[in-house]
């Protein structure tokens, strides 16, 4: 009976060991219908279970725990995406590339006087 009892034991722990082995956490989904507004609001689609978002602009990273972020220089072209970040998940794929293209506003013509 012993025995048994033992082969019991021993044949949950193994079943336990190998259905924990694959414990990798959920990949959170990559953000989505990024879009930027004429004052230099960038938006995107919430993520589920998201917490926290990096906005990348060019080579620079910005951290924003809401689904959008101002950009404080609109005086150039610039390309951004945006990943999405939670505790117990993995992070997200960096979002599409999307480019802020620049264009200056004409000047008025000075009168004459």
């Not at 044949?11 to 930027?36: G, H, Q, R, W, Y």
């Not at 990348?56 to 101002?70: K, V």
């Not at 951004?80 to 997200?92: E, F, H, I, N, R």
Request: with cysteine; glycine share 2%; charged share 25%.
């Amino acid at each position: 009976m012993k025995k048994v009892f033992i082969c019991i034991i021993t044949i949950l722990c193994v079943a336990v060991t190998l259905c924990s082995c694959d414990n990798k956490p959920k990949t959170l989904d990559t953000p989505t219908e990024l879009a930027i507004s004429d004052d230099g609001v960038i938006t995107w689609k919430a993520v589920e279970n998201a917490t926290s978002y990096v906005v990348y602009i060019d080579e620079f990273e910005f951290s924003t725990e809401t689904n959008s972020y101002t950009v404080a220089d609109l005086s150039k072209s610039f390309n951004y995406a945006v990943k999405a970040k939670a505790d117990g998940y993995q992070d997200s794929e960096k979002s599409e590339v999307k480019t802020y293209n620049y264009v200056p506003k004409p000047t008025p013509p000075k009168d004459d006087v």
